[in-house]
């Protein structure tokens, strides 16, 4: 006949068991539930950050920004996009040619008789070029240091939020339509999508 | 009081920093070879060189130049040490100009192309003069006369 202690032994251990397995049951399920839990956050973060660059990619489209990161061989002016009049050409660096550079005619600051003016007031190089780029390829561009001027995501930042040329969107003066989505939001924005991991928009199909 | 160096001669102007250079040169240093014709930078006409660049002084504030090298059509052959410079000597000799309002800005434009690319292919003047335009439409002769100012000045 077993004994009292061992039958108690012996539920002592199948209740341990029965702790234990409990136990490994709860944290196996944790664990599933913390893996679908990662999964969804991260799937949700991913759509976050991709929301929020669908948003930087407005303000980088405006005229007052892809007037000057053209494609072409020339900036574009107006809200239209029109070619600079003059038969202004972009020059070896960017900045004109002889007789003709960008500050024969642009100086550090928006003048009273409708010139705009911002201090380096140039083209911005063909590698920055953002005409014809769908949302992914204009993310992928803009985080490639590669084509960005060596920034990084920080110093991107830097110069999207401080950068006096950059600014100039915001204060273009005469009758140009200002950036419409404010500085501090378009900031915000590039801050949000660069902590949710600067995911890129899906590429189009 | 903004100092400002004009054609080799440096003033002390007590003149309000947002005044454009045109102005500036015209109407307070009596140096009036640098015409207005639009007040825009659409014209040229008001061209002259600060530190050996092309500006349409209409839309450069005095704040903008303080301290820089400006030369005007009026310094412009000595800036060459000739009596005219080969830009100015060409124009008589190709007969360039008409009624000569935009050429003070054409000649400091073409001076500058010319002081960059001694050699100018026809490209290179079309994209260094566009931007002055002549409303009696001597454009055939500024071209020659770029092509004669080279030459000379090659000499």
Redesign the interface.
């Known amino acids: 006949m077993a004994s009292f202690h061992s039958i108690a032994g012996f539920h002592l251990v199948t209740g341990a068991v029965v702790i234990v397995g409990s136990a490994a049951a709860m944290i196996s399920g944790c664990a599933a539930d913390a893996s679908r839990t990662t999964s969804s956050e991260s799937a949700a973060e991913r759509a976050r950050s991709q929301a929020a660059f669908v948003e930087i990619a407005a303000v980088l489209r405006h005229p007052r920004c892809i007037n000057c990161h053209t494609v072409t061989d020339f900036p574009r002016q107006g809200d239209a996009g029109r070619r600079h ?5 972009r020059g070896p660096d960017n900045h004109g ?5 960008c ?7 928006n ?5 705009p003016g911002a201090p380096h007031w140039a083209l911005a190089p063909l590698s920055m070029s953002w005409e014809g780029l769908d949302d992914n390829q204009l993310a992928e561009a803009l985080k490639d240091e590669s084509k960005n001027g060596g920034r990084s995501l920080e110093s991107l930042l830097d110069h999207m939020a401080h950068d006096p040329l950059v600014l100039w969107g915001w204060n273009p003066g005469g009758t140009r339509e200002p950036v419409p989505v404010p500085h501090e939001t378009f900031v915000r924005r590039l801050e949000e999508w660069m902590a949710t991991g600067a995911v890129s928009p899906e590429p189009s199909p | 009081m903004t100092p400002l160096t004009v054609n080799g001669t440096t003033h002390q102007l007590d003149v309000a920093p947002d005044t454009p250079l045109l102005w500036v040169l015209r109407e307070h240093l009596g140096l009036t070879g640098t015409k207005f014709g639009c007040g825009m930078a659409l014209c040229g006409a008001c061209t002259v060189h600060v530190d050996g660049e092309a500006v349409r002084s209409c839309s450069a504030p005095l704040s903008s130049v303080a301290g820089r090298k400006i030369v005007t059509i009026e310094g412009l052959a000595a800036l060459a040490g000739r009596d005219l410079h080969p830009v100015q000597q060409a124009w008589i000799e190709e007969d360039v100009v008409q009624c000569g309002y935009c050429h003070s800005g054409q000649i400091m434009s073409a001076a500058a192309l010319l002081a960059k690319v001694p050699k100018p292919t026809d490209a290179d003047i079309d994209a260094a003069m566009s931007g002055n335009i002549c409303r009696c439409g001597t454009y055939q002769r500024i071209r020659a006369g770029i092509h004669r100012a080279a030459a000379l000045a090659a000499k």
């Open positions: 009049a003059q038969f202004v050409l040619v002889p007789a003709m550079r500050n024969s005619c642009h100086q550090d600051s003048q009273e008789n409708g010139v």
